[in-house]
């Protein structure tokens, strides 16, 4: 069983930057990609980035493209969300997740198997 475990989250104004991570407890950890999704009040659990582990390569949803990066550094079983130039529609929890069988969509939700706690980003203005 793998434990995803998030920090970074916090409330920023406007215009502000975040940077999320999430370590896997697994010393073995080898998933197909990582995946960062948003849920809102109200609101589905939304794909916002993902990083295919292997190679590095990143997929965004459109809406934070230019300001969202998302990398991993395998050696510490951690990925990374570095967020900047934060809008007010910015703002829920932020879900790390796990995508260990390359099963389906890198944007939908129910292709990952694990998931993290989850960390609150708030963006006021």
């Known amino acids: 069983q793998v434990q995803l475990v998030e920090s970074g989250g916090g409330s920023v104004q406007a215009g502000g930057s975040l940077n999320l991570s999430c370590e896997a407890s697994?010393?073995?950890?080898?998933?197909?990609?990582m995946g960062w999704f948003r849920q809102a009040p109200g609101e589905e659990r939304q794909f916002v980035a993902s990083i295919r582990w292997s190679n590095g390569a990143t997929y965004y949803r459109d809406p934070v493209k230019g300001r969202f990066t998302t990398s991993r550094d395998s050696a510490k079983n951690t990925v990374y969300l570095q967020m900047s130039s934060l809008k007010p529609e910015d703002t829920g929890v932020y879900f790390c997740?796990?995508?260990?069988?390359?099963?389906?969509?890198?944007?939908?939700?129910?292709?990952?198997?694990?998931w993290g706690q989850g960390t609150q980003v708030t963006v006021s203005s």
């Open positions: 697994d010393r073995t950890f080898s998933p197909y990609a």
């Open positions: 997740a796990a995508d260990m069988r390359a099963s389906g969509l890198y944007s939908s939700r129910y292709t990952y198997e694990y």
